[in-house]
């Protein structure tokens, strides 16, 4: 059984259906059915931009590759320099503030 079983059918005449296709478009959503219900539910669709998001992925793995290539010299020689540990404290203080300025806009959604 199909748990969507229950057809809601409305007319709209061109300008409308090109207006809603507009939004639905510049959100990014490609089905009509799933936008159509978004909004009828919720009353408003959000479109989040993830190049922030993108930017932390991005520190992250610096993070991470630097991260290893100090475990692979301290594997190699016993010991690690003060400096790379500092380096990569810098870093990940960059990382936390990404990470607020990111949680902060999404809280701001309403």
């Known amino acids: 059984m ?3 079983d229950k057809v809601l059918t409305f007319r709209v005449n061109q300008k409308e259906l090109d207006r809603i296709n507009a939004k639905r478009e510049e959100i990014g959503i490609r ?3 799933a936008y159509l ?3 009828a539910m919720d009353g408003y669709c959000v479109n989040l931009e993830l190049k922030d998001v993108k ?3 991005r520190l992250l793995r610096i993070c991470s590759n630097n991260l290893n290539q100090y475990a ?4 190699e020689t016993g010991s690690i320099y003060r400096e790379d540990i500092s380096d990569l404290q810098v870093r990940l203080e960059r990382i936390w503030e ?3 300025e990111i949680l902060s806009i999404l ?3 309403r």
Do not use: S
């Not at 692979?72 to 594997?75: R, S, Y």
């Open 72 to 75: 692979k010299k301290a594997n």
């Open 2 to 4: 199909r748990d969507k």
């Open 107 to 109: 809280a701001a959604i």
């Open 98 to 100: 990404e990470c607020k």
């Open 37 to 39: 219900r978004k909004m």
């Open 31 to 33: 089905n009509m059915g």
């Open 55 to 57: 930017e932390l992925v």
